[in-house]
Nanobody, 121 residues
Framework: QVQLVESGGGLVQPGDSLKLSCIVSGGTFSRYAMAWFRQALGKERQFVAGINWRGRDTFYSASAKDRFTVSRDDDKDTAFLQMNDLKPEDTAVYFC??????????????WGQGTQVTVSS
């Protein structure tokens, strides 16, 4: 059974940085496209960033581009989301997802339980 576990969330101030991690077990990590989504309270889940299964291509939402960086370490079965210059509007539960194809929607086979990121002064 494939499992995804996110970590690295927390409470930070505007302008701070956080690095989220997502470790995958029970599957062949190197064969998965990995993505990060977020869901703010009362809002729909939205795509943040993604990286394809060879790590050659990365994809970002307009709000994440230039501030966030998605990466992966296939030796550690882990995907990362480096978030810089965080803003209050980045506050949300962040989820990682794994699938066989990159998708800007929610068409992924496996999901983590989410990690809370709160940006507040």
């Amino acid at each position: 059974q494939v499992q995804l576990v996110e970590s690295g969330g927390g409470l930070v101030q505007p302008g701070d940085s956080l690095k989220l991690s997502c470790i995958v077990s029970g599957g062949t990590f190197s064969r998965y496209a990995m993505a990060w989504f977020r869901q703010a309270l009362g809002k729909e889940r939205q795509f943040v960033a993604g990286i394809n299964w060879r790590g050659r291509d990365t994809f970002y939402s307009a709000s994440a581009k230039d501030r966030f960086t998605v990466s992966r370490d296939d030796d550690k079965d882990t995907a990362f989301l480096q978030m810089n210059d965080l803003k209050p509007e980045d506050t949300a539960v962040y989820f990682c997802a794994a699938g066989h194809n990159m998708d800007y929607g929610s068409n992924y086979d496996y999901w983590g339980q989410g990690t809370q990121v709160t940006v507040s002064s």
